[in-house]
């Protein structure tokens, strides 16, 4: 009986560790960045990014509120197809400096609208070149096959980062200082 019992007491803390582990991001989630210049619209995209969020459940009535998240993307492997163009939004991103675009969620609030399917609202701190500020992103999260997915987009202002939007051509060609930061990641324990 005591040996049953002592052997119980180990396993509480196995069993808190297991229902505390996090979400983590799962291959087939990207994270792009959109935006215009005055020769056309451009799209460059990463399917390398890494996160966690802290929750131990994909059952949405669960995730009302997520005490944290975190999403980083390796500058280097955003992809524009298209190499000068891949240089040009590196240097411009400060990549030698600042390698990574990171999102620090520290306020998650899940809505469900059904069983499977709600909307969040992720207040944190953006970093892009090595510059940080804070921002609210809202999206849309599912539960698809015992999985997470969310998915959503937050329209910001380089300059406000310390990024100055690339000039080629002696100013013939200005790419815009609003781009698009949009993101469709999925989550597992």
Do not use: Y
């Not at 560790?17 to 619209?41: H, M």
């Not at 240089?87 to 998650?108: T, Y």
């Not at 060609?173 to 469709?184: H, S």
Request: contains cysteine; glycine residues 8%; charged residues 15%.
């Amino acid at each position: 009986m005591r040996k049953s019992f002592v052997v119980g007491l180990l396993a509480i803390p196995a069993l808190a560790a297991a229902a505390l582990a996090p979400l983590s991001l799962q291959p087939g989630s990207r994270v792009w960045v959109d935006g215009t210049s005055t020769a056309r619209s451009w799209h460059c995209e990463s399917t390398r990014a890494v996160g966690t969020a802290a929750a131990s459940s994909t059952e949405l009535a669960q995730l009302a509120s997520v005490a944290s998240a975190q999403v980083t993307v390796p500058v280097s492997t955003l992809d524009c197809r298209n190499n000068t163009m891949n240089g040009h939004m590196r240097n411009a991103l400060k990549a030698d400096q600042a390698p990574e675009l990171r999102f620090r969620a520290s306020s998650v609030k899940v809505t469900p609208t059904s069983a499977d399917a709600g909307s969040v609202e992720m207040q944190g701190t953006l970093s892009i070149a090595g510059q940080d500020r804070p921002v609210t992103i809202n999206g849309t999260v599912a539960r698809e096959e015992g999985q997470i997915r969310v998915r959503g987009t937050k329209r910001v202002t380089m300059t406000e980062w310390g990024v100055r939007p690339p000039s080629l051509m002696l100013g013939a060609m200005k790419v815009a200082p609003v781009a698009t930061i949009g993101f469709d990641v999925v989550l597992k324990p």
